[in-house]
């Protein structure tokens, strides 16, 4: 083998090398950032037994930092006097968490999505919940959902689908607020 080639054959594995343990520095330290996140921001205590951690605080990061399910399932979203968009600080309202209540129109209220006497988030299981947020059907009546950015959520991936229902079955019951 001749030095050059010889060269160019340690120049391709320094660099494979070298890749290979940025990609495993860079991966691991994202996902466990957004549990770290997701464990932080969860604004209720969550129910953790016999369910995967990482799945409920990864769940938690998507509901609490990226898809405004507070905005909308929460009534109302902040607590008195601690409402941001009021320039206060921000206070969510815990005691009706994801409860339901908040009235799009004259007849449309948003449902309650925390887990029902069985532990099931808006009465749905895991199968129900996933096909609902792909295809914006209600299981409970077929009607197509109006309002809730479903469109948005079913390009999420199954996992990420799952970590939101697992989040909210961690959950507390609430129930509407006034
Ligand atoms: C822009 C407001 C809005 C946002 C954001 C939103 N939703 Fe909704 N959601 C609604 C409304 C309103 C309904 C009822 C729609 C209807 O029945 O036509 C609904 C319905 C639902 C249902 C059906 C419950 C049932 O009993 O049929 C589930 C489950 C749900 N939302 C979960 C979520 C989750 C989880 C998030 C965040 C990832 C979220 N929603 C974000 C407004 C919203």
Redesign the pocket.
């Known amino acids: 083998m001749s030095i050059r080639m010889f060269n160019f054959r340690a120049f391709v594995l320094v660099g494979l090398v070298t890749v290979t343990m940025l990609a495993s520095l860079v991966q691991p330290a994202t996902a466990g950032e957004k549990d770290k996140i997701g464990r932080i921001i969860a604004p209720v205590p969550l129910n953790l037994k016999g369910k995967s951690h990482s799945l409920v605080f990864q769940g938690s990061y998507?509901?609490n930092a990226a898809?405004?399910?507070n905005?909308?399932?929460t009534n109302p979203s902040y607590a008195p006097g601690y409402d941001p968009f009021q320039g206060e600080e921000e206070l969510i309202n815990t005691a009706h968490y994801l409860a339901g209540g908040r009235h799009?129109g004259p007849t449309?209220v948003?449902?309650n999505?925390t887990p029902d006497s069985e532990g099931k988030?808006?009465?749905?299981t895991r199968a129900e919940?996933i096909q609902?947020m792909r295809t914006g059907h209600?299981p409970?009546d077929g009607?197509i959902?109006?309002?809730?950015?479903w469109p948005i959520?079913r390009k999420l991936t199954d996992r990420d689908l799952s970590s939101?229902y697992e989040y909210?079955r961690a959950i507390p019951h609430a129930e509407p607020g006034p």
């Open positions: 998507l509901v898809s405004g399910c905005d909308c399932h799009f449309l948003s449902p999505i988030p808006a009465g749905l919940f609902l209600d409970h009607h959902l109006q309002v809730m950015p959520f939101i909210l």
